[in-house]
């Protein structure tokens, strides 16, 4: 659990997990409970702003539906309010235009779903502590250690057409 994945002096994640259908946003937080972070959920993205306007969190877990357009404008008002924090995003797929500008935007950990609670766990551990180290040494300057071009850990990729499917796990350069 947490402790065996920290040396945060013994504080734990604090995650807002941001999904419209409640049993998946319900099923996110238990596992990440379970996993030892502290865990608030929203149905939508006016909630998840508001909230991380007001508060502290380390960690984002997202899902792009199908309006792809929307969910980037999401992502860019999220950063542009939180710039240091760490976002999971998740998506049935993605598209040519839609990964880079993920990136683009700083979001390094995208997975696809359906993915596997220890999957997001896992990942959303692995942003929390990226995102606190990045905050201890470049003071919240993201951007100082962003990757040009990240490199996929963890995960496969498959193409058809214009296409590309990712499945992964993390992104190294962080």
């Not at 996110?28 to 502290?38: N, P, T, V």
């Not at 502290?56 to 539906?65: A, I, K, S």
């Not at 040519?96 to 997001?120: D, F, M, N, S, W």
């Amino acid at each position: 659990m947490w402790q065996e994945h920290t040396e945060w002096n013994g504080s734990r994640p604090s995650v807002l997990v941001m999904h419209e259908d409640e049993v998946i946003r319900d099923s996110y937080s238990s596992a990440l409970r379970q996993h030892g972070c502290s865990v608030q959920s929203v149905r939508d993205g006016s909630a998840a702003l508001s909230l991380l306007k007001h508060n502290e969190f380390d960690v984002l877990v997202t899902d792009l539906h199908e309006s792809r357009d929307e969910g980037i404008q999401f992502l860019q008002e999220t950063l542009r309010v939180r710039p240091w924090l760490g976002v999971v995003v998740l998506s049935s797929g993605f598209d040519r235009q839609v990964l880079p500008k993920i990136y683009e935007l700083g979001c390094t950990c995208v997975l696809e779903r359906p993915v596997a609670l220890a999957t997001l766990c896992q990942s959303v551990i692995h942003e929390a502590r990226a995102r606190k180290e990045l905050e201890s040494t470049h003071y919240g300057f993201i951007a100082d250690r962003l990757p040009e071009k990240p490199m996929v850990i963890g995960g496969d990729m498959e193409t058809d057409g214009d296409t590309i499917r990712f499945n992964l796990l993390s992104v190294a350069g962080l």
